[in-house]
């Protein structure tokens, strides 16, 4: 076990933290504890930026200003004021128990290997990152020209690898440890500081909120527990009206599977070449499901960046109106920042930055007028259904301009992006046990505050047939394949009405006012509410079109999702544990009796998947270590020897030629490479793996394929010439070439020397001038 690294990565994300936490502090001063809980992703943004743009003439001088200037912000805040150690160490503290848990969990399960997951794709790019001078990098997978994929997350894996003298094959499990640790230290902070605003206990609400997101599964573990506890019969007949077969843990705790709980909802996608893994359902992944898992992956790498976005929309929903400065200084500093990082690291969370800056702005306590010199304010309406429509109108106008700055700070990776994608309209929907099974978990919960906030400020009566009405929407919608809408879209709308009257008077007389005991009303947590179910609405009738049908949006957008709603649930349910108070004192007796009882089965139902699945985890790894390419000597024996040799005599980023199409696999006694030499290197081949279809396109891709072929086993001629047009500088022949091409030819050519043999591996080397 490798101590000294894990020893050495979490000491420096702890100094990042700390640097990061005085310039934090600057853009958070309304917030409990002053943002110091965002103080890593602030840090690692500033990073980012000043390698990304420098990175176009020398990555390494791009990180070295990125140093610089980090440094010297930090001094200029700290100056101004320090940060307390106190509210440092308890953040410190939390990040240090995520990041070893997932340590411990990547050390039991380290491989890099391309079985269940995009971990070729993800460590290909992070080592064609390591030997790249320049940005962007060249496709490992398709050589000589630069990747077509958003490749931000892997920027910044490679930054930290090259600050702390690295290999990369340690580097991706500690990497995944930071990111997982960056989630839930800002969800902590985000929830605590949302709960500290409106006089809740912030620890219990922090607490919950990271449980949520670092922990918690959705609901499907347990309710397949639930039907092996019932009699098979009972079972068989509950799982075939919800249109499900009895599998995984369902039939029994010897059945249980990790990877069910995130294939929920069914889908029929068009397969591609080899590409089989969610063959008929789509993907709803959750944190911990795609941490035990272990890909690099965008979706993963981005989570705490999208906290941080939510943290920066809070400070703006906290400061007070008359600090116009400070509030445009968020809304147009700040957040286009944070937004041009996540287009290049995950691009399908760029546009939720500015919908969330849209619905921050339309809901928060001040009126977005106040942005606009008192020249444009004043024709404005001041009330009624006029001023609302100038509230939402201006929060798109908002949106559109953080959208648009956001494209200008990521401009580089939109002019160089080779891939497109069609939108499409009116997918198949999900049902309404899929939305339930995914989002049940938090869905209860705030339709329960929703409740209790309408019974409140509204009699009895009206609260139940308030109540009544959303049950009746619900199996409406059900009914009329909407069930997305009837199940979420009336939470949205009323979190909109409560949060829209912050002074404690209506806006417009459409509900009374809506307060908090008579203290303040709901707050930042509706807001989170909200975005997220404009997310889960959206993809029932918009997703991009691929070979996959909609399981990439749907798999990118619900991940959002459950971080967007994990930072809200905590405050809603420290709400309802410690201020759902009715005047009478029996009434309130048994309701806080029943919300702790509520609260507490939640919490022990959505802990059932990570109580079996940690377990079965532990009990299938080997000796633990953290180098993901430990595992080569076991499994491919006859090629780790070459691989570790590129890895170590090979520098730079000179075009290698292996066997293609490479698929999902890895079976070389079949042909099938999966682009290991290339993926495990980061030196580009020329055809690499057949994801190349979605990033380019189907013609392009096996023009190259079938000049791979004519390299191994055409004619001398074609081969010259081949090798010329790629300017391949070695040639891999392993196994997968053996079993493809019948006739290998090109090592008879007098400029392909052989430079390497082990295993069942030679390399050549090709001396292009003598071509």
């Given at each position: ?60 001088a ?40 997932v ?43 630069p ?18 003298g ?11 440890a ?34 949520f ?37 369902a ?13 929920v ?43 941080l ?92 301009v ?16 080779g891939?497109?994608r ?23 919960p705030?339709a ?18 308030v109540?009544?009405?959303f ?27 409560f ?13 009374p ?22 997310l ?5 009738f ?31 349910l ?50 633990p ?23 170590r ?47 380019r ?27 010329q ?13 053996q ?6 030819t090109?090592?008879h ?23």
């Amino acid at each position: 076990m490798e101590y000294g690294l894990i020893i050495i990565w979490l000491a420096f994300y702890l100094l990042l933290a700390y640097v990061g936490a005085t310039i934090a502090s600057a853009l958070f001063p309304n917030l409990a504890e002053r943002g110091v809980a965002f103080g890593l992703p602030v840090a690692l943004v500033i990073l980012w930026l000043c390698t990304y743009f420098v990175g176009r003439i020398s990555i390494t001088a791009g990180i070295w200003l990125g140093v610089i200037v980090l440094v010297g912000a930090a001094s200029v805040s700290y100056r101004r004021e320090p940060i307390e150690f106190r509210s440092f160490g308890e953040v410190a503290s939390v990040f240090t128990i995520a990041f070893l848990f997932v340590v411990w969990i990547r050390a039991l399960d380290p491989a890099i290997s391309p079985m269940a997951g995009e971990k070729f794709l993800d460590f290909g790019l992070v080592q064609s990152l390591l030997r790249s001078d320049t940005l962007p990098p060249e496709d490992m997978w398709f050589a000589g020209k630069p990747v077509a994929y958003y490749y931000g997350g892997h920027l910044l894996t490679a930054i930290l690898t090259r600050l702390t003298g690295t290999a990369g094959q340690y580097a991706y499990n500690l990497a995944l440890a930071g990111f997982y640790a960056t989630l839930v230290t800002g969800v902590y902070g985000l929830a605590g500081a949302v709960a500290a605003a409106r006089n809740l206990p912030r620890r219990l609400a922090a607490g919950l909120s990271a449980f949520f997101v670092g922990i918690a599964s959705n609901l499907t573990t347990p309710a397949r527990g639930l039907l092996w506890l019932l009699p098979d019969s009972v079972a068989g007949a509950v799982a075939g009206a919800a249109g499900y077969e009895l599998s995984g843990l369902a039939n029994g705790p010897s059945e249980f599977y990790f990877w069910d709980a995130s294939r929920v909802i069914k889908d029929d996608p068009t397969d591609f070449a080899t590409y089989t893994p969610a063959k008929g359902y789509s993907v709803n992944e959750f944190p911990l499901f795609a941490w035990l898992n272990g890909d690099l992956h965008a979706h993963m790498m981005s989570t705490g960046f999208l906290v941080l976005a939510a943290a920066l929309c809070f400070s703006y929903y906290q400061t007070p109106g008359e600090k116009r400065e400070q509030r445009l200084l968020l809304l147009f500093g700040a957040l286009p920042l944070v937004a041009g990082f996540m287009a290049v690291t995950n691009t399908w969370s760029f546009p939720s930055i500015a919908g969330l800056a849209m619905v921050t702005v339309a809901m928060s306590p001040t009126s977005p007028q106040t942005l606009l010199p008192a020249v444009f304010r004043d024709p404005l309406p001041q009330e009624g259904l006029a001023a609302e429509g100038s509230r939402i109108g201006l929060s798109i106008a908002v949106a559109a301009v953080i959208a648009i700055l956001g494209l200008l700070w990521s401009l580089p990776f939109w002019l160089g992006v080779g891939s497109g994608r069609e939108v499409t309209y009116l997918p198949d929907r999900s049902s309404l046990p899929e939305l339930l099974a995914i989002h049940g978990p938090f869905l209860i919960p705030f339709a329960v505050y929703l409740y209790a906030h309408i019974g409140r400020n509204t009699a009895t009566r009206k609260a139940r047939f308030v109540g009544l009405g959303f049950l009746i929407t619900v199996v409406v919608g059900a009914l009329v394949d909407l069930a997305a809408i009837g199940l979420v879209f009336p939470l949205l709308v009323g979190a909109w009405l409560f949060a829209r009257a912050p002074d404690g008077r209506p806006t417009w007389g459409v509900l009374p006012a809506l307060t908090d005991g008579g203290e303040r009303s709901v707050g930042f947590e509706t807001v989170l509410v909200v975005a997220g179910a404009g997310l889960v609405i959206f993809v029932e009738f918009i997703f991009i079109k691929e070979n996959l049908g909609r399981m990439n949006t749907v798999f990118k957008t619900y991940m959002q999702v459950w971080v967007l709603w994990g930072a809200a649930v905590g405050p809603i349910l420290a709400w309802l544990l410690t201020r759902w108070c009715p005047d009478s004192e029996t009434k309130g007796q048994l309701i806080k009796a029943g919300t702790t009882i509520f609260v507490i089965f939640l919490v022990c139902s959505t802990s059932v998947y990570a109580a079996i699945a940690l377990p079965n985890h532990v009990n299938r790894a080997g000796e633990p270590t953290l180098n993901g390419m430990a595992y080569l000597n076991d499994s491919h024996p006859g090629e780790s020897e070459a691989i570790r040799w590129l890895n170590r005599e090979i520098d730079g980023r000179p075009n290698m030629v292996t066997a293609a199409p490479a698929g999902y696999y890895w079976v070389p006694s079949e042909g099938k490479g999966a682009s290991a030499p290339s993926s495990l290197t980061g030196i580009p081949t020329v055809a690499g793996w057949v994801h190349q279809i979605q990033y380019r396109n189907r013609s392009v891709y096996y023009q190259r394929v079938n000049d791979v072929e004519a390299i191994y086993s055409g004619q001398h001629a074609q081969q010259r010439e081949l090798l010329q047009k790629y300017n391949v500088k070695y040639i891999y022949n392993g196994p997968a070439e053996q079993a493809r091409y019948s006739t290998i030819t090109v090592q008879h050519l007098d400029s392909v020397v052989e430079i390497h043999r082990s295993g069942e591996v030679i390399i050549y080397r090709v001396n292009q001038s003598s071509l």
